[in-house]
């Protein structure tokens, strides 16, 4: 177990080395730059045409921007990366985080973090930038972590790297129709095994099939299945198998790296269609107009003004 553990702090310091290279990466191209220099660099689109905004299921607001033709250079836009929304206005400077839906040469679709659709998007001079996204690396970083301290994870640990051989128990085999014999083979094996089972094969050979039935198998003896994939193409695509066999599917993810078709079966969507969930709004946004209120005092004030304010933050918290 010291080699298996020495191996995933090995990783650990690799992943460390890889984020902050990528970070440096990131600060060359944003560091004093224009927004010309950006723009050439592929990391930033200026200026942007709003084309248009509406609500996804989720209650998120989606907007689409355009870029004029004679700024539409290469750039490093794609599905899933992190932006930020700014206004270039000196007077006016504001922005807004948000996730990239997707992205050609002309437009590209964000979904942005926001409830409501920032007044200064109206006024012209808006830009998008890239940002660096290093909830990736927290995430490895955290899940290394986890394997190496935690005692939950010793059997995987040596099973998958080699230490310990896989258990499998003696049941009476399930045979389903459509399935050719060496996915009945498969489907069996996960079926019977203790800690982990592997479906391997080369690409057309009903891997995504033959996960499918085992996952409705399992449902039969099990209240639900954590389903994950390693793209979230790949999730959808599990998403709409299950969903042909008519089990109740939850998809989690950001709406943003969700596609349109999927989007009904995301948390947001479930939330958003929830009877409460227009006065959650209302009392959301309730509280950050009192939150803003408070925010407005200046810190050479007298007593009453300083109870106002405490109040006012009260009021909001609750």
């Not at 689409?64 to 794609?78: A, G, L």
């Not at 489907?187 to 033959?210: D, E, R």
């Not at 089990?247 to 947001?268: C, F, Y």
């Not at 209120?293 to 300083?306: P, T, W």
């Amino acid at each position: 177990m010291s080699t298996i553990n020495q191996g995933l702090n090995k990783l650990i310091e690799l992943l460390k080395i890889e984020k902050e290279e990528d970070l440096l990466q990131y600060k060359l191209k944003m560091s004093d730059t224009s927004i010309n220099e950006r723009r050439r660099q592929g990391v930033c689109w200026y200026p942007l045409i709003i084309d248009g905004s509406r609500f996804n299921a989720g209650e998120r607001l989606v907007i689409t921007v355009k870029r004029p033709e004679k700024y539409r250079e290469h750039h490093h836009f794609s599905s899933g990366k992190l932006v930020s929304l700014f206004s270039a206005e000196e007077e006016d400077s504001q922005s807004v985080n948000g996730v990239v839906n997707q992205a050609n040469q002309e437009q590209m679709i964000i979904t942005l973090n926001s409830d409501d659709e920032p007044k200064w998007l109206k006024k012209g001079k808006i830009g998008a930038q890239l940002l660096f996204d290093e909830s990736s690396y927290k995430e490895m970083n955290k899940t290394l972590k986890k394997l190496i301290t935690s005692e939950d994870y010793d059997q995987i640990k040596k099973i998958l790297l080699g230490d310990q051989v896989p258990e499998f128990s003696e049941k009476n085999k399930t045979f389903v129709q459509g399935l050719n014999s060496s996915q009945n083979l498969a489907l069996n094996k996960v079926l019977s095994a203790q800690s982990m089972a592997v479906i391997h094969g080369p690409p057309g050979t009903g891997k995504t099939t033959t996960l499918i039935e085992s996952i409705s198998e399992t449902l039969k003896v099990e209240n639900q299945v954590l389903v994950c994939a390693p793209s979230n193409n790949a999730v959808d695509l599990l998403i709409e198998k299950l969903s042909e066999r008519d089990i109740s599917v939850l998809r989690i993810g950001h709406p943003a790296r969700v596609t349109e078709e999927m989007l009904g079966l995301t948390l947001d969507a479930r939330v958003a269609n929830h009877k409460d969930f227009k006065d959650m709004k209302s009392m959301r946004k309730k509280a950050e107009e009192y939150f803003a209120l408070a925010k407005k005092y200046k810190r050479s004030f007298g007593y009453a003004e300083r109870e106002q304010r405490k109040l006012l933050y009260e009021e909001a918290h609750q």
